[in-house]
């Protein structure tokens, strides 16, 4: 599985930005995704995840009401919508894909792993 990544860039406090990944396996639709960040000088963070159908969601407790995950299956494709960006959500965001279709927070159950986006908030 390939997954590339997209939506990054500079916004400013309060911005919405739609990140996309888009999957290179027809069988994207049996994986549930994830999406997580990292920060300069941080440890890599949970963000959203979802199931194979779409049907379940989780987000983290940091984003919780701001950021809302999605997924199109026939286009093999997940989403990950930010609204009322914050500067403390300055990050390289990444997705990920798991060997299951259930959703999980925690990066080891992520099997593949897009190169990432840069998500840059200025206040």
């Known amino acids: 599985v390939q997954l590339q990544a997209s939506g990054g860039g500079l916004v400013q406090a309060g911005d919405s930005l739609r990140l996309s990944c888009a999957a290179s396996?027809?069988?994207?639709?049996?994986?549930?995704m994830g999406w997580f960040r990292q920060a300069p000088g941080k440890e890599r963070e949970f963000v959203a995840s979802?199931?194979?159908?779409?049907?379940?969601?989780s987000v983290g407790d940091s984003v919780k009401g701001r950021f809302t995950i999605s997924r199109d299956n026939a286009k093999s494709t997940v989403y990950l919508l930010m609204n009322s960006l914050k500067p403390e959500d300055t990050a390289v965001y990444y997705c990920?894909?798991?060997?299951?279709?259930?959703?999980?927070?925690?990066?080891?159950?992520?099997?593949?792993w897009g190169q990432g986006t840069e998500v840059t908030v200025s206040s």
């Open positions: 990920a894909a798991s060997r299951g279709s259930v959703r999980s927070a925690y990066d080891r159950n992520y099997a593949y």
């Open positions: 396996r027809r069988t994207f639709s049996n994986n549930a």
């Open positions: 979802i199931d194979w159908s779409g049907g379940s969601q």
